[in-house]
């Protein structure tokens, strides 16, 4: 980007391109698209004259050289500028070759119109000298992708609305008369002259002054001398050989073989401006967000497919006119959504392949290779068919063979692209994971929002569906807006990150600086996401925070150190809890004890308990944490039966030893033992059945009678398989007056007692 571009003067810079771009797309259209290959077979052209013709389109190329040494003496703008009003003026001859084709000169006809074109060509050529460095300028910033394909968008956009009037125009006659192409020439020439003159209003571009000092030879040298950029070269060239052929010939096609006439002709082409439309917005919304490489694949993938049918169609299908016309659309329409896909993905790739410094002097060398292999394959593909036509092959059959062979060109082309640097591009595997992903879809196309608001409210409103939605290819969007000095748009953004599957390194840079920096707003919530994406290296700080003043922070860092199972600190954690007024910060430390997992905080749990009238929400957390460090999954369920109606309480305690005894039974039902049976065999047998009898009788004293000394001993009996420290602490328990008040604790040891029954073998 120009240093000298700021975002106002960026903004309006792109806007008169895009102006421009609206009045060159509608001057282009007439005076290069398919409308002037439709005069020339209406003045009996052979397909060389149309591949030489066509040849132009490429051919334009070789001259920008002379543009580029028109830019030493003028500018880059005045030469972009004068070159485009001189093309459309170039075209003049073509205002009379219809009319002298009716007054029966035939070949003077033909070379006004190729002396027209080629003259056409050869400024449009000279002048696109400013083409890379005016794009390269104003496509700066992160949605330099997305600008660029915009600019495509519009070409394509307002070449199909121009393409449909003029198949509306010619649809009025059966046989549309030559003068009429002549209007519409002149048309074209005063719009294109508009166009020429707005381009002179644009910010002259900064690359060409360091372009200059670079030895054009030197930098041939360097660049050719590595692979990736030989192997984009080789591929750019076969690319744009067969994009060239395919979609120029696919009109002569349409005439030749199907015999449709100018007006459905025309109308084929609208609906090829529609695949390029449709491609720049596939493209404009995914190029930012997957890369340019998976993308060119993808588009060179569908040309290669998008050929088949062409070599190998059957002749009868010429026959019928819906299947042909439903056919001729889908061809169209594919061609220039694959190809006209790649070329414009071809280009974005190259501009990231390239150093500024060279963009001047390697977009000629880009440009001269996509002509030679336009020109040439226009010019072969036209003399190959007029060949073959002339030793007695059909249309059809040299129209499938010459497809044949571009489809083994392409697939040359394809197969080279794998060995194409990625440029910072997804995988094509995540590629096409991301295109068949609503989920990754949307997060895109909310990210495309959140990049135009600036509504706070509605940049919140995003930022929340992006929690709901959650994708990896959000990372760099909210990035941008945790650093946003709105707070509320800092705890969306953090919160919506806080989703992700994980973490790339710049998100884990931005929330450790978000864990330092920012105490008492969102610091806290980085560090939940740390603890939850495990990121070890930020433990150091976190055992540091875990005693802040900033309780939340505090709270969340003990819970992150639990989750990174940081088991030296537990102890500290112990300590901090049981100091700590704050309810919320003690609280979170009785959940970090259930993330630990660790029997020997169970002491610690109940110490919590013997204080003076603990609060209802800290007897249910600790009784959870202590169901969570003993695996009792099915406690949090029973708690909130209890929790529900908490008269229940008896009644929930009788129903877990009832239905263990019963489990006990059922397992061991009609179990003996072998004659020969070790006697501890046996005796175990004989313990756990009178273990089995004995629970619901002493839960029934503990709950119902109040007398726990029953269930303690049952507790103390159990085998050696149940854990010791449980054991000990639950046996005390029961028998501790202090903790016997609370009903959840009560019902937790009858669950815990009741599972071991279940377990014991």
Partial sequence: MSASLSPYRLGKARSLYNIFNVFNAFSYTLLAGSLITIMAMRMDASSTVIGVISSFVYV????????????RLLSIIKVYCWTWILRSLAMTPLIAAPFVFQAGHKDLALGLTVLG??????NRGAGMIGNNPVLDTLASGPDRGGYMTLTQIINAGLGMLTNLAVAMILSFWQDPPLALYAVLIVAGIAVGVTSGLMIGKLPEPETDKNARKVNFGDMLKESFSGAPFRTFMAILFMTALVSGV???????YCRDVFRQNDSMVVLYTVFGGLGQLSVGFATKFLVDRIGVKPLFIICTILGFVSMFPVA?????????????IVFLILLLFMLNFSFLGAEGIAQTYFLGLIPARYMLDMGIVYFICFGIAGAGGSFVAGLFLDTLTGIGFSRFAAFKLLYLILIIVIGVALVLQRNLVRLGSLPLKNALEVIFSFRDLRAITLLDKLGKTNDSREEEEILDALHDAPSQLAIKGLLDKANSPRLSTRLEALRAMETLSSLNEEVEQALMRELLN????TAYISARILGKHH???????????????????AGESIIALARMEDQAFRPQIENIIIKTDNPRLKLMGVEAFGIYKSPHSLAVLLDLLRSADPPQYLRDGVTLAMADILGLRRFYPLLLKFLANETLSPVLAVDEAEAATECYRAVHKGRHLRMGASLKKEANLAHGTAQAKALLPAVKAFILEKKPEPLSRWILELPETADPIAQTIFAESVLDDELNVYEQLRLLIVHWASRELKNWE
């Avoid at 334009?60 to 830019?71: E, T």
């Avoid at 074109?117 to 050869?122: A, E, G, I, P, V």
């Avoid at 920012?518 to 707003?521: A, C, F, K, Q, V």
């Avoid at 290296?537 to 900033?550: K, N």
């Fill in 60 to 71: 334009s190329y070789f001259f920008l050289p002379v543009g580029k040494m028109l830019a």
């Fill in 117 to 122: 074109t080629f003259c056409f060509h050869l």
């Fill in 246 to 252: 395919a979609r120029i010939f696919a009109v002569v």
């Fill in 312 to 324: 190998l169609l059957s002749e009868s299908v010429t026959g019928n006119a819906v299947g042909a």
């Fill in 518 to 521: 920012h105490p008492y707003t």
């Fill in 535 to 553: 990121f070890s290296p930020a433990i150091p700080v976190l055992r540091e925070l875990a005693t802040s003043r900033d309780y939340m922070l």
